[in-house]
């Protein structure tokens, strides 16, 4: 394998299902590394030391490189629609790749089930170094002595006992053609390399135990195939949950073995909600495609995933994508869990939302909901509408929900909407506002507010108990815009329309 200069990340998701915040951030860490293409320097020793110290690639400046792989070895779950919808969901969220399954690239197959010839290749280079050794252990052998190191308060790991076959009693059952999966030999010594956000790591290699490289069934397993595929790819930098922190001295011990160089390990926090329980990747709410559905903005949502497990040393919060890429810091990281605060995504996705022009939010709100273009009015009006209501909104599904209030149709009315429209005082604001609006034209909805100050005076009503019953009865909302934005958008035929249930409905 050459060596780079160049900064080259990976992103390497398995299509068995939607892709998840966890994995939307990773993808995006490993994207601002790439795209920020300045000088990266790595830490002092990326590598694994124990004898011969192997240092990371260094990086000097140029343009880096983003690599989508699929890791589709998981044949019975990984789904084409899995993958489609991963791709998908990462160009909405603005990601994009240089090589990857789609559009190639120099250092393919770019799925792990087109890669076999790879593994092959690595496993032969190991076996001719003699690292590989084979294990005839039955899964009902490994689990006891899994469950009774368990009980001696040891952590589990592999202990031996097919490493300790005589060359003949090997030599038996391969020709007997006993099933049997191959196991690296764990050299003695300890393992010492420096993660760029945990900081130096030390294990013993014999605590490790001789782990698995190739499966019964004569498939890779994890540890070997990532080895191979960051290697063959030229990665220089591999950014990953920390959950795969216990992978890498094994990972470490398989690239010293097949000569490969040791790329920059980063692994960053895992998610976690405020009571400290870990975002599962298997509920659907924490799924971009969710997100995208329920109306949040790529932009929002972006920003969002930069800031979990990273901050901005003077505490900025709002990041376009140029600012995100001058600003983020690997080295900012933190190690520590990363707690979810899902009401900043909320806030986030607010300012972005007021930010847009009536023609990006219209876009973004077909992109959420394609039936919803078919509602949704053009031109003078749709921009009146969207610069009314948009300070009242959170998600597009709130601009959305606000356009439903101008289209002719009976509006729910709760018991404390009923109730209210039994008092006196209500009645005679809203019937008063009728007889007003009935004799005026179309531009009479203009000028309720008006309207409203005389209704006001010639009653003696003022305030909350002037303008509720008029908010609620039109709107259906306790708050909201101002009654002068909104109420040229309904017209006065829609006005008279919600006048009359609303009166008709108590008498």
């Not at 920020?36 to 320097?41: E, V, W």
């Not at 329920?294 to 600012?323: C, I, K, M, Q």
């Amino acid at each position: 394998m050459a060596a780079t200069a160049r900064v080259r990340t990976r992103f390497a998701p398995s299509p068995t299902g939607n892709l998840h915040l966890g994995n939307a951030r990773t993808a995006l860490f490993n994207w601002l590394l790439a795209r920020q293409a300045a000088d990266l320097a790595l830490p002092p020793a990326c590598g694994v030391s124990g004898g011969q110290e192997h240092r990371g690639r260094g990086v000097t400046k140029g343009s880096g490189a983003f690599i989508l792989r699929i890791e589709d070895t998981d044949r019975e779950r990984s789904t084409p629609e899995a993958e489609q919808t991963i791709l998908e969901d990462l160009r909405w969220l603005g990601i994009d790749w240089d090589e990857g399954p789609d559009c190639g690239g120099a250092y393919g197959p770019y799925r792990q089930s087109d890669r076999g010839a790879h593994y092959a290749a690595a496993l032969e280079t190991l076996q001719r170094g003699e690292r590989l050794y084979p294990c005839f252990c039955t899964p009902e052998q490994l689990e006891a002595e899994r469950q009774a190191m368990l009980r001696r308060g040891l952590a589990p790991r592999y202990g031996g006992t097919c490493r300790q076959l005589r060359s003949s009693e090997r030599a038996a059952k391969l020709a007997a053609g006993a099933p049997h999966a191959l196991r690296f030999l764990t050299p003695p010594g300890r393992l010492r390399w420096e993660d760029a956000i945990h900081g130096p790591q030390e294990v013993d290699g014999p605590t490790l135990g001789d782990f698995i490289v190739q499966r019964s069934d004569g498939s890779p397993t994890y540890n070997l195939a990532v080895v191979v595929d960051d290697s063959d790819m030229v990665i220089s930098h591999v950014v990953r949950g920390d959950d795969h922190l216990p992978n890498t001295p094994r990972q470490l011990l398989l690239y010293a073995a097949l000569g490969a160089p040791v790329p920059c390990f980063a692994h960053v926090p895992l998610l976690v909600h405020a009571d400290q329980r870990p975002l599962s990747k298997r509920d659907a709410s924490t799924s971009l495609r969710s997100y995208r559905r329920e109306g949040y903005l790529a932009s929002a949502l972006r920003n969002f995933l930069a800031l979990l497990g990273w901050s901005h040393p003077e505490g900025e919060e709002v990041f376009d994508t140029a600012a995100l890429l001058a600003r983020f810091d690997l080295a900012r990281v933190r190690s520590s869990p990363a707690t979810v605060p899902w009401h900043k995504l909320r806030w986030l996705n607010a300012t972005y939302l007021r930010r847009l022009d009536a023609a990006a939010a219209r876009q973004a709100l077909v992109a959420c909901d394609p039936e919803a273009a078919a509602r949704l009015p053009g031109g003078a009006r749709w921009e009146t509408f969207v610069h009314a209501v948009r300070q009242n909104c959170e998600t597009l599904r709130d601009l959305l929900a606000w356009w439903r209030v101008f289209e002719a149709a009976p509006l729910p009315l709760p018991e404390s909407v009923r109730a209210m429209l039994r008092e006196d005082t209500a009645r005679r604001v809203l019937h008063s506002l009728r007889a007003g609006l009935a004799q005026g034209d179309e531009a009479a909805c203009a000028g309720i507010p008006e309207l409203l100050r005389d209704i006001g005076r010639e009653h003696g009503i003022k305030g909350k108990a002037l303008y509720r019953p008029v908010r609620l009865v039109l709107t259906g909302r306790e708050h909201g815009p101002e009654l002068a934005a909104l109420l040229p958008l309904m017209g006065r035929a829609l006005a008279l329309q919600r006048l009359d249930e609303a009166l008709q409905h108590e008498e």
